[in-house]
């Protein structure tokens, strides 16, 4: 099960840095807007790269912490990349 888990981490990080060449793709084109309402205030207060830098950092984080918890942690690692792989795939189809 460790070893489950270490892969979906690297895959949420993989997935995190996909978000953010995706985002910025899509946004950037004016075919999409941040539809997240937190992540558009944190790109007005922030600026674009600050913000997607700092979900980074705390998505990663929730990663880390999750894979220190057996079983409620592997799904919640499943759940968060299933998520992401869900935005990625959004967001490539805006650009």
Do not use: C
């Amino acid at each position: 099960m460790q070893t489950l888990s270490y892969i979906l981490f690297v895959a949420l990080v993989i997935l995190q840095f996909a978000d953010i060449y995706t985002t910025y793709r899509a946004i950037s084109s004016g075919k999409a807007y941040e539809a997240n309402p937190i992540m558009n205030m944190a790109f007005n207060i922030f600026g674009f790269v600050p913000a997607m830098l700092l979900k980074l950092v705390i998505v990663t984080g929730v990663g880390i912490i999750w894979m220190q918890h057996s079983l409620i942690g592997l799904v919640m690692l499943i759940a968060l990349v299933a998520f992401y792989i869900w935005v990625v795939y959004n967001n490539s189809r805006s650009i």
